[in-house]
């Protein structure tokens, strides 16, 4: 397979379609990081491998970010001399064609899944489930390395590219008979095994496995169902003798119930006499309790009465000293009220009007420094504008040279000494060597440069007159000469002009010029720095408005200090704060001292109002108490009622005792007959109903054992189990030695795949062979004879590389990261130029070399060109070329590519 072009949009950073075209030889595609080259070789395999379908994970990754873009690519390739274009467009709106070239025009020849599958038929691919991987890939598994695959397939390369090598050894090659006949054995060795040589689940050998100890089971459960029925038989019989002893005990309870029923029938006319006697025993103690709580009620309240009496003349007493407190304590309020708001407020009102007075005077003072202040602000500010509006006139005025101009000046001296210099080069050089004196020479015109030589510069046509000699015509320096001497004369004029602009007549005055401008430029900017200084917090305007404020606020304090002692206004600042800090200090102190005076007011105020209320409570708890003696009194009063006198009361209470020892005495009497006749067949009845539910309940539950086992046996017999366990003996057995025939069967099959294996093991051998070979001379090459063959298993995977000097093989795993990453890249090219005998094939390699080293990369270089020149065609993607350099003929695209057109 030979790459010829690809053209690709939408795809990751490729938004606009980029074309990328290769040579048959060494291509090395150039890019920064992030370019884009990566992206290439992931377009290579989507496009040839993948379902045009597919929404995988890995090709919806492909879209370009924040976008619902097609990712779309069309590849042409060339297949055994057969040109063809694949073009694919994956998520929105899918689609997959393949094209043929005939003649000098693309034939469609496939579309959709159609097209899909004959790339891959081409290309020797297999179909991905999901996104394609490197096994999906054929032979392109082996030749193309990319960013993203490991170094070795995980388990074995694809057949693909087992198939392309066997093309060159004659041990693999097989008949179809041999093809069919392996399969075969392949397809038996599946029915039966897994990969890895267990029993495959669903197999013949796993099912019978697995009926056979269902069949046992089966069997077990009805094996134990037989044991289970006679064991309700059994139970059965034992139930049956209890029922009939639990039916004569039973029996014997009901004669024993209906016995003392009988006796209870005759004890009845007893227990009407017993409620009787209670009913009268209960009256006589209501009767005599009501008495006596009568009688504990009136003594209660008569103590209650001796005891309040006592307590009404302590509360007299305690009321009528509360009440001489409370008189006292307002004397003592009105007293210290009458001492602070007669002597010390007014005391107090004088001495904040004089100590007003003096802060006025002073708060006037303040402003008027204020005020002076800020006009000294104002006047600098003026000051410092005035001075900068006179420079900025001056600036402005006056013709002085920029920056500009003396960079100007500077450069058109510089370009007319440069010219001048290739003037003088120019110009013809006419020296005279006369052998006589006093001969003179005249030039028309005349010569105006002269060198120190005593040479003539001519810049134009010009005569010489050599005295009586004769003349000599010069024709000049032709028409550059001309250009030049008309370049210098106009660079000239352009001094004389910047000159008479600036008024000056040399260069010192024009540079004197300039530093008088950047005076005056600095001064400007420090004025104004100065004036942005002053303004930063208030312009001039704010300023003067403060001034009328200021003003205005120093009259309105003289209108409120009023009536001022004369002496008073010509003191200084520091008697003013004496006096003031005098006045501060005795007005704190009448404030102190008017505060207790009240602070003692609110104190003797509180204590009359608490003695005043301690007082009324007091009153009102003597009220009170008067009228719980007077209700006392009434209660005893209406109690007596009934009984006349409290001596008729305890007569009473005499008589309603004796009547309650009478009852109790007669009730207990009756008592001890009751328990004989009454009591004791009752408590003998009760338990016997209970023997008699209690036997009921046992013969029923008996019964209904009975009939649940009977059910049992009975359910039992009907699914008529004994032939079924006939039937699975009989199963098992015939399963047992199907197991025996399959697992012989099975047996043969492994044995048979062994030998296959075995076989397959034996070409693998041959197919590495010739890859090692290969491998080996570019080694020896690579590393300077350091290592010199390469060892490699059956699956044609490198295990490691041989050291002639020791003698021994190096493990792959043991190699450095940049020497394993080079063996890798060795055995891809090998299989390349191997797999290329017939055709040339397209061999990729993303940034696999990064690792090399300036030496290695020279050597690895040699190798490349010689694949490429030879063999393959092959791609290289790289950020940096310059190691590239050794290889002589290539192909260099530079990554993004071309920009389509349309």
């Known amino acids: 397979m030979i790459v010829e072009e690809i053209t690709i949009r939408n795809w990751r950073s490729y938004r606009e379609p980029r074309t990328f075209r290769f040579g048959e030889g060494f291509n090395l595609l150039v890019g920064r990081n992030e370019a884009g080259k990566s992206t290439l070789f992931e377009a290579f395999t989507r496009v040839l491998f993948d379902r045009h379908t597919s929404a995988a994970e890995k090709i919806r990754q492909i879209q370009p970010l924040e976008s619902s873009l097609a990712p779309e690519a069309t590849i042409v390739f060339r297949v055994n001399n057969d040109k063809y274009k694949v073009r694919k467009r994956f998520l929105q709106i899918p689609v997959a064609e393949f094209s043929t070239w005939r003649g000098d025009r693309w034939e469609l020849k496939h579309e959709g899944d159609a097209a899909d599958n004959a790339a891959r038929e081409v290309l020797r691919g297999e179909t991905p489930a999901r996104a394609s991987q490197p096994e999906h890939r054929g032979l392109c598994q082996a030749l193309w390395y990319l960013q993203d695959d490991t170094p070795l397939p995980k388990e074995a390369w694809a057949e693909g590219v087992k198939e392309g090598l066997s093309g060159f050894v004659s041990l693999v090659a097989r008949s179809p008979d041999e093809d069919r006949i392996l399969k075969k054995i392949e397809d038996e060795y599946g029915s039966f095994y897994t990969p890895k040589g267990k029993i495959k689940a669903g197999s013949q050998p796993d099912l019978l496995q697995k009926t056979i100890p269902e069949i046992e089971a089966e069997l077990q459960i009805l094996y134990e169902r037989d044991r289970g ?9 034992g139930f049956a003798e209890e029922q009939r002893w639990k039916d004569e005990t039973l029996k014997a309870a009901h004669a024993e119930v209906a016995g003392l029923k009988q006796k209870l029938d005759e004890g009845a006319a007893l227990e009407e006499e017993k409620k009787q006697k209670e009913e009268t025993l209960r009256q006589a103690k209501a009767a005599r309790d009501t008495v006596t709580g009568d009688g504990k009620a009136i003594d209660k309240r008569i103590k209650q009465i001796d005891e309040m009496n006592e307590d009404l003349a302590d509360k007299q007493r305690a009321t009528e000293e509360l009440q001489a407190d409370a008189r006292m304590e307002q004397r003592a309020a009105e007293k210290h009220r009458e001492t602070w708001k007669k002597t010390h407020e007014p005391e107090l009102q004088q001495v904040e009007q004089e100590l007003g007075i003096l802060q006025a005077i002073e708060r006037t003072r303040r402003l008027e420094e204020q005020m002076t202040s800020v006009r000294e602000q104002i006047d600098r500010i003026q000051t410092t504008e005035t001075e900068l509006r006179e420079r900025e006139r001056e600036l402005s005025t006056t013709p002085l040279p920029t920056k500009k101009d003396i960079e100007t000046y500077r450069e058109l001296k510089l370009e007319l000494a440069t010219v001048s210099g290739q003037i003088e080069q120019a110009a013809i050089r006419i020296g005279f060597d006369l052998q006589m004196e006093n001969t003179s ?84 900017k420090q004025f104004k720095k100065t004036f942005k200084e002053l303004t930063s917090e208030k312009g001039l305007e704010q300023l003067k408005e403060d001034i009328a404020r200021t003003r205005q606020k120093i009259t309105d304090e003289k209108s409120k200090i009023g009536a001022v002692p004369p002496e008073w206004q010509h003191l200084s600042d520091d008697a003013i704060r004496e006096m003031s800090e005098d006045l501060s200090t005795k007005k704190k102190g009448l404030i102190q001292t008017i505060g207790r005076e009240q602070q003692k007011e609110a104190e003797a105020r509180t204590a009359h109002a608490e003695a005043s209320r301690k007082a009324q409570e007091a009153s009102s708890r003597l009220i009170e108490l008067r009228t719980q003696v007077r209700g006392l009194k009434q209660a005893n009063a209406d109690a007596l009622k009934s009984y006349g006198t409290y001596e008729h009361l305890q007569e009473t209470l005499a008589k309603e005792t004796a009547a309650l020892e009478r009852a109790e005495e007669d009730l207990a009497a009756l008592l001890a007959e009751y328990k004989i006749r009454v009591e004791e067949p009752k408590a003998q ?95 020896v090459q690579l590393t300077d004879g350091s290592y010199d063959s390469i060892r490699m298993d059956e699956k044609i995977f490198p295990v490691g590389v041989s050291n002639p000097r020791y003698d021994e093989t190096l493990p792959l795993e043991c190699l450095s990261y940049g020497t394993h990453e080079q063996v890798i890249v060795l055995l891809r090219l090998a299989m390349g130029a191997l797999l290329s005998k017939d055709e040339r094939n397209l061999v990729v390699i993303d940034d696999r070399l990064v690792n090399a080293d300036p030496i290695r990369m020279r050597r690895l270089c040699q190798i490349l060109e010689e694949v490429a020149t030879n063999h393959c065609q ?29």
């Open 685 to 779: 009845y009760g338990k016997a109903l209970e023997i008699v539910r209690s036997l009921e309940e046992q013969v029923q539950s008996v019964r209904e054992k009975i009939i649940d086992r009977r059910a049992r046996i009975e359910a039992a017999v009907s699914e008529d189990f004994y032939s079924r366990i006939g039937d699975l003996e009989n199963s098992l057995d015939v399963t047992r030695r199907n197991l025996n025939r399959v697992t012989r069967q099975a047996e043969a099959a492994k044995l048979l795949h062994d030998l296959v294996q075995a076989f397959k093991k034996e070409q693998s051998t041959a197919l590495s062979g010739p890859v090692a070979d290969q491998v080996n001379r570019w080694l």
């Open 229 to 237: 029925v006679e064991d309700l038989r059994l139970e059965l019989e």
């Open 441 to 524: 020479i005249t030039a028309d015109p005349d010569a105006e440069r002269l060198t120190e030589d005593g040479e003539y510069l001519i810049l134009g046509p010009t005569t010489f007159t050599i005295g009586d000699l004769g003349t000599i015509r010069v024709r000049g320096g032709g028409s550059s000469l001309e250009e030049l001497q008309t370049k210098a004369q106009s660079l000239s004029a352009e001094f004389t002009s910047l000159f008479e602009r600036s008024g000056v007549t040399d260069e010192q005055e024009l540079y004197d010029l300039q530093q008088r401008r950047q005076d005056l430029e600095r001064e400007i």
């Open 874 to 902: 092959v791609v290289v993607a790289t950020c940096n070329e310059t190691p590239y350099a050794g290889v002589r003929e290539k192909t260099i695209i530079p990554v993004p590519g071309e920009k389509q057109e349309g």
